[in-house]
């Protein structure tokens, strides 16, 4: 096989031991894999990929990073799939230069060059002007360096690079040396200078924008600058919060103002009430903020999508047979996958479920979560059947309990800057409790079990902060409908401002958390399906 063939590269990354390939996004390098990978199918993508969006959140492993990073795959569109914009102010199609500011190499070093005194008091617009500054000057380095490499060499790009060093100090050279890296400053200085640039012509941040707008606007191209998500963000330092405070006005004041160049931040949506209070003026800085959320077929289809490549890789005769099944149709996902969840699965309770509504209600509906476990499945039944074509009971149970604690740490994890005592306060508290339960008897469990180490840990934690915490999480929910198999639960993961829970309400606890903690079950024998993950009394016929 040509190993620079698609196909041989698509095995990189879908393999026996991975079928759907990386739950994370940022571990696809390859891009054309990457745009093969990608699912054209589902709305929540859709509905987000718009002009109008300056700030996108998302839980972690919501596929923030996988939103972004199709905003590259342009080239490959038609070559693949031809998505249909959901609407006018799609951008899917928009951007030819794409300058992704990842966390680990580049934002960090910007925020700390943008707070620099920790210590010291900062009026927010001095720091928003340290932010356009840093950024800008950037996107003016990236924009020469790509058109050099390209020989698209204009007098606007020359007169760019001349800005970008007419006011060089050794701070801004430090700093440069930070964000830049050597291989861009290597690039810049490679550039020979005209002579009209020297001396007396001299220009100002905006008429270096101006500039670039006109480049770009002359080779009929628009750019596109993404600050990637910041998972591990520590919300409880003052500055920091600030700095990004500052970071989200500086963006909307640009993109409010810019057409032919768009910028675009992707922050976690653990953190987003914690950013809301840091705003200054968030009415303002927080209008074109949307949020990254899943619905359960969107979920399948995303899977069923890789699955379907793995299949043409490692069982192309079987691969054949799904080849014209709509995955954009619902019914036809369902049926997709009632393929392989051949037999109805028992639970704890010994009540037959469907094998695909029992994995997902082990999740938040987040793809990552739901990558794993079925990524795990499949491997299980393989093991035990030689093939992909059928998912073994057995294999279900064993990949639940093998990665529930995986994904209950993963959750945990995105917490532990707002409340790193979380699993502490928990166990003691859900030990032995019941799955569905009432405001009540939490309150009671937490007074006899939860505050004594709360006043060990941290004194000023009490059941307001407890309830808080567990709802932010999905720890708990609401628990809204009984039927004749389920309690359902309403759980505030995917919301910015998840309802608070008081004096009468009826809770449940999310499944994922049931064994973790060590509950008991609930005298009823029902199982816990969060709301969402399919309409109950549909299950009965499935």
């Known amino acids: 096989m040509d190993k620079s063939s698609l196909a041989h590269r698509l095995r990189q990354y879908l393999t026996p031991t991975f079928p759907l390939g990386p739950s994370d996004a940022a571990e696809i390098k390859d891009i054309e894999v990457a745009a093969k990978l990608f699912d054209p199918h589902n709305d929540s993508f859709n509905t987000l990929l718009r002009k109008d969006l300056s700030v996108l959140i998302g839980r972690r492993g919501s596929g923030k990073t996988a939103l972004l990073n199709s905003y590259r795959y342009r080239r490959y569109l038609d070559k693949y799939f031809k998505p249909n914009p959901r609407s006018a102010a799609s951008d899917y199609r928009a951007y030819d230069f794409v300058i992704p500011i990842e966390t680990y190499k580049h934002f960090d070093d910007m925020q700390h060059a943008v707070v620099r005194d920790a210590n010291g008091f900062r009026p927010i617009e001095a720091i928003v002007e340290d932010w356009a500054s840093v950024v800008t000057d950037y996107f003016f380095a990236r924009l020469v360096a790509e058109e050099l490499e390209a020989e698209r060499i204009t007098d606007a790009i020359g007169r760019l690079r001349s800005y970008l060093y007419q006011d060089e100090d050794d701070f801004k050279r430090r700093i440069r040396e930070q964000i830049w890296g050597t291989k861009l400053l290597h690039i810049l200085k490679r550039m020979v200078q005209r002579e009209s640039h020297q001396g007396d012509d001299r220009l100002n941040r905006e008429d270096a924008l101006a500039l670039a707008v006109e480049h770009l606007t002359v080779t009929k191209r628009r750019a596109l600058i993404v600050f990637d998500s910041m998972d591990e963000y520590d919300i409880g330092n003052e500055a920091f919060n600030r700095t990004l405070a500052a970071l989200i006005r500086f963006i909307s004041n640009f993109n409010a103002r810019q057409d032919q160049i768009r910028i675009k931040l992707v922050l976690p949506s653990e953190i987003f009430p914690e950013i809301n209070r840091a705003s200054a003026n968030p009415l303002k800085d927080l209008v074109s903020v949307d949020q990254l959320s899943w619905e359960a077929t969107e979920l399948e289809q995303i899977a069923a999508h890789r699955f379907r490549l793995f299949l043409e890789l490692y069982d192309p005769e079987y691969a054949i047979e799904l080849s014209d099944l709509d995955l954009n149709k619902r019914h036809i996902v369902r049926a997709f996958w009632s393929r392989f969840f051949q037999k109805p699965h028992k639970n704890i309770y010994d009540v037959p479920e469907d094998g695909m509504t029992y994995v997902l209600r082990h999740t938040q509906l987040l793809p990552r979560q739901f990558l794993m476990i079925l990524q795990e499945i499949i491997v299980r039944s393989h093991r035990k059947t030689g093939g992909y074509r059928e998912f073994k009971n057995s294999a279900i149970a064993g990949a639940i309990d093998a990665m529930e604690p995986q994904i209950g740490m993963e959750i945990l994890g995105a917490f532990s800057h707002i409340y790193p005592k979380a699993e502490d306060f928990c166990k003691p508290v859900f030990a032995n409790f019941p799955t569905v339960f009432s405001y009540e008897e939490l309150e009671d469990k937490w007074r006899k079990k939860g505050r004594p180490v709360a006043r060990v840990l941290s004194p000023e934690f009490d059941t307001p902060q407890f309830c808080e915490m567990l709802v932010r ?36 606890l999310h499944p994922i958390f049931s064994k973790k903690f060590n509950a008991a079950g609930n005298e009823q024998r029902k199982a816990i399906i969060p709301k969402g993950i399919v309409n109950p009394p549909q299950v009965e016929q499935d």
């Open 473 to 508: 999480m999905g720890i708990i929910g609401i628990s809204r409908v009984e039927t004749d198999r389920y309690f359902e639960g309403q759980f505030g993961y995917d919301s910015k401002d998840p309802t608070n829970i008081g004096d009468g309400h009826a809770l449940c």
